[in-house]
């Protein structure tokens, strides 16, 4: 199977059925229920595939304080101005990883996994080659390193993507291998 185009999984342009909206629209992608999916089905995660994500995201200290509050982190590292100045190498708070992560991963959702996945079955290999601080942008590239039909669940598969994040000067800032349970087409 060819690799899917991501544009034409998301155009909305074919209008020569005007007699129905939403889901049920001709060549609307749905699940088995009819709600509108934009992940990809098992199917489609061939071994190989780069999605380009379009949305990107620029933190801001309050992202930063409020994750790292909300998480019960007091990492002086994260949320203590002062101290980032004057005792690290860094000069400034940096961006709590974790939420780096949560970021990455959410932010690669809408093109791999929206209404497509069981679940997250594990992480693998994360690593957070460079800082972010407050006013990085994010940028997120997903890859397809590897795709199995499952053994016990003959609907699902169990594909393995690495996500890539990208700061504004396409430093490498996260990389993180996701192990997903996805489910195989069920309009097939």
Known sequence: ?????PIALFD???SSDSSSSGPERRGARVDA???AVSGLWFEELTVGLVIQHPIRRTITETDNVMFTTMTMNPAWLHLDFDYAENHTQFGKPLVNSMFTMALVIGISVHQTTLGTTV???GFDGISFPA???HGDTVR???EVLAARLSKSRPTQGI???EH???NQDDVLVCKAQRNALMLVNPND
Request: charged share 25%.
């Open 140 to 142: 997120v590239e997903t």
């Open 12 to 14: 909305s342009s074919d």
């Open 164 to 166: 890539r994040a990208y």
């Open 1 to 5: 199977m060819p690799d899917p185009d």
């Open 33 to 35: 229920d009819g709600r």
């Open 159 to 161: 594909v393995t993507f």
């Open 131 to 133: 800082p972010l601080f």
């Open 119 to 121: 679940a997250n079955l």
